[in-house]
């Protein structure tokens, strides 16, 4: 559109939800070529005299942000006055803009009060925006009753190629002639009605875009960037799971939410799409899986990249990589990401994306965005048709709720086929203005659409890769709002389609609803409501916060028959273990004070003072401190796989494993001595601190040749069995300063980092094979005999080592001080006779020391190989039998069903009629069932009189 037609502030545009609207003469909306960089966008700005639209200040902090993207520019100028028609000439005739449009804004809303509020911090001057003028939308039926293409008023067409962007509306463009002239979809729509012969003005829909960003994010002002495999148990896990990846001790809402004991449940498998509408997703990403297929909406072409900082935080809570050791780990990590984005944020763009994910084959939606009906801004029918078709291909459909701590939720939250989420804090109410949280600034908006809540702020997230994202890395620790608590309910969904592939998108909604936990009980009375039948609820948290572990479990529980289907004939499910032969139930993991305790004694210097009954004397202050490392062990896993063998039909082999062999002090003496977990760390602790390369190795050789005999605990770790103390200096190196190296948490990091090594050490000397060897002594307890009994499949073994899982306990045991070389060790507690000076100074230290805590546990976990192996066999998928053989196995399976079934049913008849005769009495007329026979064997037959022989 030429905005500097003089009848251009007279245009009047009849918006679908909200009436009339005029044209805003001050505000105007820039669509960008794609792929321009910020500089050239500002520069573009700059040159036509024009600038970024920001809204006024909304209190401590804005909770809604202007709709500026990477392909949309809100505009105005200095003055706030009428934008000048040679700036808008200038812009339009730029090779880096697509249109230029002014801003519309409803009459009802400029009729109002000024500054009237629509919603909490958005006034009645903000409800604004804009009409795509390029292309619009008339419903097929009616273009197919008034003459198709052919009726079509000049500078109108139907595109040749290009997807279907709204189901039943057929998608017409503007010819650039018309375009060039300043006619655009709004002048051409008006002609449209009677070219067609259109019965009704519903019949033709525009894309409206909103001035108003729809993202869930709650940004702080002073935050804002400075920049131009599914495996399935169905048993509460005893423990939680733990992955490698280095950011996972920050992600406390996966934690919060009980993910890691989910993951003993059911991880995500790539089978599984869950689509992100939203500014895209950083497609290159190393931690994230995303779909072959992705989509920018407001371009039509094939590419989800990002047009935004938005999406790719989005994308990482849902299904960031697990256990890759880089990042951090996804809800539902090893899920697809399928990236849809939208340049505008235009309605038409949000229903094409629901389109586009139902027909792609996503099964879940993740929707971190909304907007308010008084804020004018979308039509909100096109979105809820899309919302439909999506709803009715099975996607489960997550939205947020907003940040605006109203008592109203956003479309598409607001609306009943969508799982509208909420936000929690770290004390598990509801994220509200005031709270005790680092954010008080904000709250999550709730109200009778709210579904759920979830964890929604400090939340750990993948981010665009370099410095284009909200971060100079890639990843970002603060993500928040309730943008980030509904990928996290969205990756739930993710994970239940994982284990249950054949769950509705009713039945996951559900689940989902059920399972939450009823935060804060003193603070919310849940109850049963008219409409929520999935429990207790209440407005300010729905059904509580979702639990990853419990919603898990209620779909195992729910997926499985086996109760109702082994009582009957013909069942095939497995019946319970007699009690007889039962296990004995399993011994509980030792209590945490019960732990594998190392020692270590850090020397730190402190500085010259002058000290001692008034005698100045320049003496230099130490302080030594002894740190406690407790491994504690939290259980047993299964390792890496060692290898694999496949045995054909009566096929076997003798496995041995004799990984004790490694080094002989004799001919005769055919085992020795593995170095453990204790002495490996002991050597890589002298190793450490010494100067000599060689003191790791010389202290591993010792070990191995003297199994027997104790370490030297001079290393640094001393008490390696149970005592706290050897002979000698206690901790043989001095540290630069306690600020540098004596918090609990950088004793903790590197005594961690020593065990993980020792570990690996560990692993690499250890090894299974397959053997021959035939040495008596062993063969009884090393060898396994496995024998594949089929007929016709192979059986595949894999054969994985059993490893102890760890984890790292420290605290600062005790804190020494002296002055000089030859003083005793006082501890910190006895400072009598000192100068005032020399005390503050020994405090400050001290308090240096504690300003991490005095104790602290690592969040990485620490595996240890153990001699034990654990088989797994799984039964080859191919039969190797010819296919005649094949079949009459098959056949004979048949008949022993079927004589099961036979007999099964003859005794629940016998049964029946021995219960008819005992309640009819002594009297009772027998019948007569007449002699059958099962397998050659007769059963027993009654006569009249009622008696069996």
Known sequence: ????????????????????????????????????????????????????????????????????????????????????????????????????????????????????????????????????????????????????????????????????????????????????????????????????????????????????????????AETRPARSSGALSCRPPSEPYTPNDPMFGTQWGLQRIQAPRGWQIARGVPSVTVAVIDQGVELGHPDLLLHPNSLNASNDLPDGSPVGNHGTPCAGIIGARMDNAQGLAGVAGGVQVMAIATSTWADADIAEGLYFAADQGAQVVSMSFGVYPSWGMWDFDLIRDALQYAHEQGLVLVAASGNENWNQSRFPGSDARTLCVGGSNRSDERKRNGDTSIEPWWGASWGPDVDVVAPCLEIAATDRLGAAGYTATDYTDRFNGTSSATPLVAGLAALLKSMSPTLSNVQVRSIIERTCDKISPALYTYANVAGKPSGTWHEEVGYGRVNVERALLEACAEGCDCDAGCSGCGGECIEPTPAPCRGPAPVPWLPFDRCMYFYEARTFDGGSSAVNNGVAAAQRLRLRVTYQHCLKLVGRQQGPLLYTTTLLPGEQVRLFEYDRYRRTRAETQRVSVHTSLRQTLSALSQSRRSSASSAYFDTINEIRTHADSSVSAGGGLAGFFGAPTVKGEFGVDTETTVASGGSVRTASEQFTQMALTASQAIEAERSLVVSTFEEQEHVSTTARQLHNANHCYAVTYYVRRVMEAYEVHSRIESVEWRLGDGMPWRSVDDLAGLPDALQKMIGELVNQLHKDGNATRDARSITVPTDGTVYEAELAHCASCEPVRLAEDQVRLEQLRLQARRACLETELLELEVERRRRAGPDATGLNLGTWTLGGVALPVVDDGGHSH
């Open 1 to 220: 559109m030429n905005t500097s037609d003089k009848g251009a502030s007279a245009l009047t545009f009849n918006h679908p939800a909200n009436g009339p609207s005029r044209v805003d003469p001050t505000l105007a909306a820039v669509r960008w070529r794609d792929k321009l960089s910020a500089e050239e966008r500002t520069k573009a700005l700059a040159d036509a005299g024009l600038q970024l639209f920001v809204l006024p200040k909304q209190g401590d902090a804005p909770l809604v942000q202007v709709n500026q993207t990477e392909g949309l520019s809100w505009v105005c100028n200095s003055s706030g006055d009428a934008l000048p028609a040679a700036a808008l000439k200038k812009l339009e005739a730029s090779p880096l803009v697509q249109w230029v449009m002014p801003a519309l804004r409803p009459e009802s809303a400029a009729s109002a009060k000024r500054g009237a509020e629509l919603s909490p911090g958005v006034g009645a001057d903000m409800a604004a925006f804009t009409v795509n003028p390029t292309r619009l939308y008339v419903r097929q039926a009616a273009f197919d009753q008034g003459g198709g293409a052919g009726a079509l008023p000049k500078g109108l067409n139907v595109p040749s190629a290009g997807p279907t962007r709204l189901r039943g509306y057929v998608t017409l463009q503007v010819d650039d002639a018309s375009f060039a002239a300043g006619r655009t979809a709004m002048h051409l729509g008006s002609t449209l009605a009677p070219s067609l012969k259109l019965a009704t003005p519903a019949d033709i829909r525009f894309e409206t875009i909103p001035l108003l960003s729809p993202m869930a994010h709650a940004m702080h």
